[in-house]
């Protein structure tokens, strides 16, 4: 009889069980995960291990989309820009592991954004058939500009989903936001409760130690840590850090240090205590520098993803100036990680940030830079990347009264060059409503 597994990964189970109900119900489009806040960590961990090809057992792909959701016309380009930047990074890993990675998106030209990030997932989906049952993506956006638009939008997208493209949410079930979505159409959304009693699982393992073996300890230690979080008590979280943190050093598990300081400081910025996330995203990248030195190219990703935590506390902070200055350190790492669509959006936002700073010349100097980094991808990629929002913002800077009066006519022809069409602008700007 095999060795009983422990409170965490019982859970991990239990949320195993509650999506495979869901993706063998034919009729279901969309799943309405009820979490409290103590099991939303759990949540964010069982996703994170069936990303994972050695670790996850669901024969699913799964893709987890964590961009704000700021309105209805740009949320799906900003997905589709995500999805695409991923398969990127996912390129050498799937040459190293002998699979095909010459998958290319439908061009989204003349379609509104909802509709082209459908087509592209579709599509992807359909690419690797062989490999998987169903492309499963977890929306999870960091911060929701208004719930009742971010309603409306996830509605027109589940009226929109093929059976084999899931899509799963998590509503709070202390002050939920989507009852609306989810009697509207009660067949296509699946609502579940987690169910997955928080306080037990850490008690018990308070009780038992979790586990002998280190990597069993550091995820004991690692849940505590999320639960602290989950919780707000920001001064439990950083001691549970510590603990994390020594047996990661203590293994040499520079990542695992990175994974510590990544999640501290994500717990700090919702917190609005942006000197301690500040510094906790810059030992985030230190230990990216220090994986990339011993020639792990996770390193790089680490320094990035680190590098654009530290830009979104400046920009959180309303640090406009600093901000403008650390995306233009951003897109020098989105350069050493070979991510050019990340490295036009840290120029698009290098830009942003300093008009709002109100530096207009470095404004435009950094949305030349945007211009020229789309002018790197291949043709084909830019219209997936965040070019046309970065060339409206040099629209915006030409149009100010200060500027030259040939800069709005430069942007327009350049823009057209770049994507092929004088129609260069979002399209969802004149597609209109999602119905």
């Given at each position: 009889?095999?060795?009983?597994?422990?409170?965490?990964?019982?859970?991990?189970?239990?949320?195993?069980?509650?999506?495979?109900?869901?993706?063998?119900?034919?009729?279901?489009?969309?799943?309405?995960?009820?979490?409290?806040?103590?099991?939303?960590?759990?949540?964010?961990?069982?996703?994170?291990?069936?990303?994972?090809?050695?670790?996850?057992?669901?024969?699913?792909?799964?893709?987890?989309?964590?961009?704000?959701?700021?309105?209805?016309?740009?949320?799906?380009?900003?997905?589709?820009?995500?999805?695409?930047?991923?398969?990127?990074?996912?390129?050498?890993?799937?040459?190293?592991?002998?699979?095909?990675?010459?998958?290319?998106?439908?061009?989204?030209?003349?379609?509104?954004?909802?509709?082209?990030?459908?087509?592209?997932?579709?599509?992807?989906?359909?690419?690797?058939?062989?490999?998987?049952?169903?492309?499963?993506?977890?929306?999870?956006?960091?911060?929701?500009?208004?719930?009742?638009?971010?309603?409306?939008?996830?509605?027109?997208?589940?009226?929109?989903?093929?059976?084999?493209?899931?899509?799963?949410?998590?509503?709070?079930?202390?002050?939920?936001?989507?009852?609306?979505?989810?009697?509207?159409?009660?067949?296509?959304?699946?609502?579940?409760?987690?169910?997955?009693?928080?306080?037990?699982?850490?008690?018990?393992?308070?009780?038992?130690?979790?586990?002998?073996?280190?990597?069993?300890?550091?995820?004991?230690?690692?849940?505590?840590?999320?639960?602290?979080?989950?919780?707000?008590?920001?001064?439990?979280?950083?001691?549970?850090?510590?603990?994390?943190?020594?047996?990661?050093?203590?293994?040499?598990?520079?990542?695992?240090?990175?994974?510590?300081?990544?999640?501290?400081?994500?717990?700090?910025?919702?917190?609005?205590?942006?000197?301690?996330?500040i510094s906790l995203y810059q030992d985030a990248g230190a230990a990216g520098t220090r994986l990339k030195s011993d020639g792990d190219a996770v390193g790089s990703k680490l320094r990035l993803q680190a590098g654009l935590g530290h830009c979104a506390a400046l920009f959180a902070a309303g640090?406009?100036?600093?901000?403008?200055?650390?995306?233009?350190?951003?897109?020098?790492?989105?350069?050493?990680?070979?991510?050019?669509?990340?490295?036009?959006?840290?120029?698009?936002?290098?830009?942003?940030?300093?008009?709002?700073?109100?530096?207009?010349?470095?404004?435009?100097?950094?949305?030349?830079?945007?211009?020229?980094?789309?002018?790197?991808?291949?043709?084909?990629?830019?219209?997936?990347?965040?070019?046309?929002?970065?060339?409206?913002?040099?629209?915006?800077?030409?149009?100010?009264?200060?500027?030259?009066?040939?800069?709005?006519?430069?942007?327009?022809?350049?823009?057209?060059?770049?994507?092929?069409?004088?129609?260069?602008?979002?399209?969802?700007?004149?597609?209109?409503?999602?119905?």
């Amino acid at each position: 009889m095999g060795e009983r597994k422990n409170a965490i990964a019982r859970r991990l189970d239990r949320l195993n069980d509650q999506w495979n109900e869901f993706a063998s119900n034919s009729e279901a489009r969309l799943l309405r995960w009820l979490v409290r806040d103590d099991e939303l960590r759990v949540v964010e961990a069982f996703i994170q291990t069936e990303q994972d090809d050695r670790a996850g057992e669901i024969p699913d792909l799964f893709l987890s989309l964590v961009d704000p959701f700021e309105d209805v016309v740009s949320y799906g380009q900003v997905l589709r820009a995500s999805l695409l930047s991923q398969y990127e990074e996912a390129r050498p890993d799937l040459v190293a592991a002998g699979m095909d990675d010459a998958w290319l998106p439908p061009t989204p030209e003349g379609r509104h954004s909802l509709v082209a990030f459908l087509e592209t997932c579709t599509s992807l989906r359909a690419h690797y058939n062989e490999l998987t049952d169903k492309l499963a993506l977890v929306l999870m956006p960091v911060s929701v500009s208004d719930d009742a638009e971010w309603q409306r939008w996830l509605g027109a997208l589940v009226e929109r989903l093929p059976e084999e493209v899931r899509v799963a949410v998590v509503d709070s079930i202390d002050r939920p936001v989507l009852i609306a979505l989810a009697e509207g159409q009660p067949g296509r959304v699946a609502t579940t409760v987690a169910d997955l009693d928080m306080p037990s699982a850490i008690l018990e393992l308070s009780r038992t130690g979790g586990t002998s073996t280190p990597d069993g300890q550091f995820r004991v230690k690692f849940t505590a840590l999320s639960q602290a979080l989950a919780q707000g008590d920001l001064e439990t979280a950083r001691e549970r850090a510590d603990a994390a943190t020594a047996i990661a050093k203590a293994n040499n598990w520079t990542h695992l240090v990175a994974a510590v300081n990544m999640a501290l400081a994500g717990g700090f910025l919702a917190a609005k205590r942006w000197t301690e996330a500040i510094s906790l995203y810059q030992d985030a990248g230190a230990a990216g520098t220090r994986l990339k030195s011993d020639g792990d190219a996770v390193g790089s990703k680490l320094r990035l993803q680190a590098g654009l935590g530290h830009c979104a506390a400046l920009f959180a902070a309303g640090d406009f100036r600093q901000a403008g200055a650390t995306y233009e350190a951003a897109a020098v790492l989105a350069t050493n990680a070979a991510d050019g669509l990340m490295l036009v959006e840290c120029w698009r936002m290098a830009s942003y940030c300093h008009e709002r700073a109100g530096d207009l010349a470095r404004a435009w100097d950094c949305g030349l830079r945007a211009l020229d980094a789309a002018e790197a991808l291949p043709p084909e990629n830019r219209a997936h990347s965040t070019l046309p929002f970065a060339g409206e913002g040099m629209l915006r800077l030409a149009n100010m009264a200060s500027a030259p009066s040939t800069h709005a006519e430069f942007v327009e022809q350049r823009l057209t060059d770049l994507m092929g069409t004088s129609q260069w602008r979002s399209v969802d700007a004149a597609a209109g409503d999602l119905g």
